[in-house]
Nanobody, 125 residues
Framework: QVQLVESGGGLVQIGDSLRLLCAVS????????MGWFRQAPGNEREFVAA????????WYGAFLKDRFTISRDNAKNTMYLQINDLRPEDTAVYYC??????????????????WGQGTQVTVSS
C-alpha cells in the first residue's frame, strides 16, 4: 500500500524559509511522478510544483517559481519543497501527491493517484 507522509511545516515569520518533505512508502518513489499542491482557508486547492519520476523536469505554478524549489532523492524515497522568503499568502496546508501512470498532466489534481494528509504552513505577520 502506497503512503505519502508530509512533514516540515510549522509556524514561521515573514521572510523565513522552510523545507517540506514528502516520504513515500509501499513502493519506490522512482515509480512516481510527484507534485505539491496547497490549499489556503476558503480557497480551492492549487498546484504548486511537480517533478518527473527521474527528476529531470520540473513545473511550477504561476508566480511561484522564484521562491519555490522542488526536488527529490529517490534513494531516500523522499521529495522536497524548499520555500524561501515566506509571505502570509503562503499560509496553507501543503499536500504531496504521486502519479503512477505514464499519462500525466502535472498541474491537474485528477492525474494523481495517491495523496498525503498534508502539512500546515502558517506565516505570521
Amino acid at each position: 500500500q502506497v503512503q505519502l507522509v508530509e512533514s516540515g511545516g510549522g509556524l514561521v515569520q515573514i521572510g523565513d524559509s522552510l523545507r517540506l518533505l514528502c516520504a513515500v512508502s509501499g513502493r519506490a518513489s522512482s515509480n512516481f511522478d510527484m507534485g505539491w499542491f496547497r490549499q489556503a482557508p476558503g480557497n480551492e486547492r492549487e498546484f504548486v510544483a511537480a517533478i518527473r519520476r527521474n527528476g529531470e523536469k520540473t513545473w511550477y505554478g504561476a508566480f511561484l517559481k522564484d521562491r519555490f524549489t522542488i526536488s527529490r532523492d529517490n534513494a531516500k524515497n523522499t521529495m522536497y519543497l524548499q520555500i524561501n522568503d515566506l509571505r502570509p499568502e503562503d499560509t496553507a496546508v501543503y499536500y504531496c501527491a504521486a502519479n503512477a501512470d505514464t499519462d500525466w498532466l502535472p498541474r491537474r489534481e485528477y492525474h494523481y493517484d495517491y495523496w498525503g494528509q498534508g502539512t500546515q504552513v502558517t506565516v505570521s505577520s
